[in-house]
C-alpha cells in the first residue's frame, strides 16, 4: 500500500522573476528547500521505501527522484542543492512510501555558485501535509506591516483542476481596522499536484487600510475555499531584519473548538511570542484563552508565578482573527499579571458549532552578538486530534552549529503525563549512526517541559552531554528524529525550535510542529 505526504512547496534555486524569491534574495544568494523524512513504522524489517515526485506549476511532472529507504524509527536528509538535475524553479511535491512517514520542510538560502551546502538565513520550516482540506484559513497575512510581507503557497492535492476563492478579512487592533472593510474575493485555478502563489502585496489597492493610524498597511487573515481538497503554507518576512515566519495553512481537521498551544512568552529571557486566533466558520464564535506559566515563571513583583493563570475573554466575527503580541504592554494578554511569563495556552470557543484556528510566532526580539533574530512559528493543535504519542522528524545536537529545543505540552489539566522520549541517529550524518535511547521526563498536570540541546552538558539537554549513548570523540553531532510517548493515558502536544548557532545575520531559527500519531 501506497501512502502519501504532500509538501506544498519544494524548491530548488528558484527564478528572480518568482516573488518570494525577490522578498527573500539577498545579492547572489537564492532560496532552496532540504526536508527530513522520518519512517513512523518501528517493527523489525519495515523499512520505509519512500518515492518522491516533483510536479512543476503548470501541474506536470517535473522529476522522479530515486528512491529513498529509510529504517524502522529511522530519518533520511534531502538537501535539493544537491539535486542538480533538478532545474531552478518553485515545485511542489508528492512523497509515497509503503510505510507510514512524516516530514518537516526548511527554507533556506545559499548561493548558488558555491558547491557546498552552506545556508545562509531567514531560516524556516514547516511540516508536511498527509492530507488535504477544501476550506484553508491563513489566520496572519499581512502587506507593509511594520516590516512584514506575506506570501502563501497553495497546492491541489485533489484528482483535478481546482477552482478555488480567496477571501481577506480585515483585522482590527484596539478597535481600529487594520485595512479596508470590504475586499472582494480573489479567484484562481490550480492544475493537480501543481502549487500556486498567494502574494497579497499583489493586491495592495484591494486591501491596505486608506486612512488612519494604519493607512497604507494590511493586517488579518485569508479564507481558501475549492471544489478539490488543498494544503498550503504561509511565509511572513521581514527583508530589512532578515527574519521569516513560516506556518502551515489550517485545512478542517486543523480546527477545533479547543486549541493547545505549548509555546507562550512574555519577557522570557530576551524571547517573546504572538497568538493568533482566527474564525474560520460563518456565525461569530465566543473565544477564551487560559495561559498556564511554567517553572521559571514570575508574577509582577516576583513572587513564583509557576502554576498561575491568566484569562482572556473576546469575541471573533465570521473570519475575524485577533493577536495578543507579547512584545509591547499594551498589546499583551499577560503583562498586568506576570513579569515574566514561559507556558502555554489553551484557546477555546463556547459557542456550539464553532471552531478556531491560531498559530504562535516567537521572536528573540534582542539579536545575538552575532546579529541573528532567531524567529519561527508554530500552530496551536486541537485537543481532539491529539494523541499519547508524537513523531518529531528532525533533532539536532552539536550538529555543525545546530541544535533543537523540544516543548511538550501536557493536555490532562488533572494528572501529571510520563513521556518517554526515543531519539534515533540517523544512517549517514550523525557521529554515532542508527543508534536509539530512550529519555524519561514528567510533565506536569497542564504544563510543559523543554529540551534543550544547545549547551553541552547542560540541565535541560538529552543527547548533547557527556553520559549520552551519542557522546563520541568529544561532541554528541546528532542528527536524527525522535517519538514522544505519553505512558498513560494523558495526550501531547509538542513543537520544536532549530537553531543555528554560528549563522549571521538575520533569522537563524526553524520552528514546526511534531506529528501526532497512534500508538
Given amino acids: 500500500m501506497q501512502r502519501k505526504l504532500l509538501i506544498g512547496l519544494a524548491a530548488a534555486l528558484m527564478l528572480i522573476l518568482v516573488v518570494s524569491v525577490a522578498a527573500y534574495a539577498q545579492g547572489t544568494e537564492k532560496e532552496y528547500t532540504g526536508y527530513q523524512v522520518m519512517n513512523l513504522a518501528t517493527a523489525p524489517g519495515s523499512d520505509a521505501h519512500v518515492r518522491i515526485e516533483y510536479y512543476k506549476q503548470d501541474g506536470t511532472l517535473a522529476k522522479t527522484a ?18 542538480t538535475d533538478l532545474p531552478a524553479g518553485v515545485y511542489s511535491a508528492v512523497l509515497s512510501s509503503d510505510q507510514p512517514i512524516a516530514a518537516v520542510v526548511g527554507q533556506i ?54 477552482t478555488i476563492s480567496v477571501q481577506f478579512k480585515t483585522s482590527s487592533l484596539n478597535g481600529v481596522a487594520a485595512g479596508q472593510a470590504t475586499i472582494n474575493p480573489i479567484s484562481m485555478t490550480i492544475p493537480k499536484y501543481a502549487a500556486v502563489t498567494l502574494d497579497p502585496t499583489q493586491y495592495t489597492q484591494q486591501l491596505v487600510a486608506t486612512s488612519g493610524s494604519f493607512q497604507g498597511r494590511f493586517f488579518g487573515s485569508a479564507i481558501v475555499t475549492s471544489d478539490q481538497p488543498l494544503a498550503a503554507i504561509a511565509n511572513e518576512t521581514d527583508v530589512t531584519k532578515r527574519i521569516k515566519y513560516t506556518y502551515n495553512g489550517f485545512g478542517d481537521a486543523d480546527s477545533g473548538a479547543e486549541l493547545l498551544a505549548p509555546g507562550i512568552f ?18 461569530t464564535c465566543a473565544v477564551t484563552i487560559t495561559y498556564t506559566a511554567g517553572a521559571g515563571s514570575q508574577l509582577i513583583g516576583g513572587a513564583d508565578g509557576a502554576g ?95 541544535f533543537t529545543s523540544l516543548t511538550c505540552a501536557n493536555a490532562d489539566q488533572v494528572n501529571p503525563a510520563t513521556v518517554n522520549i526515543t ?74 525550535n532549530e537553531v543555528g548557532g554560528n549563522v549571521a545575520p538575520g533569522d537563524n531559527m526553524n520552528s514546526y510542529n511534531g506529528v501526532n500519531v497512534q500508538p
Fill in 66 to 83: 530515486q528512491n529513498v529507504t529509510i529504517p524502522p524509527g529511522g530519518s533520511a536528509n534531502i538537501q535539493q542543492k544537491s539535486e
Fill in 109 to 162: 538560502e545559499s548561493d548558488p555558485s558555491t558547491p557546498d551546502l552552506i545556508y545562509k538565513t531567514p531560516f524556516s520550516d514547516y511540516t508536511g501535509i498527509s492530507t488535504g482540506s477544501t476550506t484553508v484559513s491563513l489566520p496572519s497575512m499581512e502587506v507593509n506591516w511594520f516590516g512584514l510581507d506575506s506570501l502563501a503557497r497553495i497546492q491541489n492535492v485533489g484528482d483535478s483542476t481546482a
Fill in 266 to 283: 512574555w519577557q522570557w529571557y530576551n524571547t517573546l511570542t504572538s497568538l493568533a486566533v482566527a474564525n474560520p466558520t460563518n456565525q
Fill in 308 to 402: 498561575q493563570t491568566k484569562v482572556v475573554n473576546f469575541s471573533l466575527a465570521p473570519g475575524e482573527s485577533r493577536t495578543a503580541y507579547e512584545g509591547a504592554a499594551a498589546n499583551s494578554d499577560l503583562a498586568d499579571k506576570f513579569q515574566r511569563f514561559g507556558g502555554g495556552a489553551r484557546i477555546s470557543t463556547s459557542t456550539a458549532g464553532c471552531k478556531l484556528v491560531a498559530k504562535v510566532n516567537q521572536t528573540q526580539y534582542t539579536p545575538n552578538p552575532n546579529g541573528s533574530n532567531p524567529s519561527g512559528s508554530f500552530n496551536a493543535v486541537p485537543t481532539a486530534t491529539l494523541t499519547t504519542k508524537v513523531a518529531i522528524p528532525l533533532i539536532q545536537a552539536d550538529f555543525y552549529g545546530y
Fill in 423 to 496: 531519539y534515533t541517529s540517523d544512517a549517514t550524518l550523525s557521529g554515532v549512526p542508527n543508534r536509539s535511547d530512550t529519555v524519561t521526563h514528567t510533565i506536569p498536570a497542564g504544563g510543559t517541559i523543554i529540551v534543550y540541546e544547545g549547551q553541552q552538558n547542560g540541565s535541560l539537554a538529552d543527547i548533547n552531554k557527556s553520559t549520552s549513548v551519542w557522546f563520541s570523540g568529544g561532541t554528541a553531532k546528532f542528527n536524527g528524529s525522535a517519538f514522544v510517548t505519553s505512558t498513560g493515558t494523558a495526550k501531547v502536544a509538542c513543537v520544536v
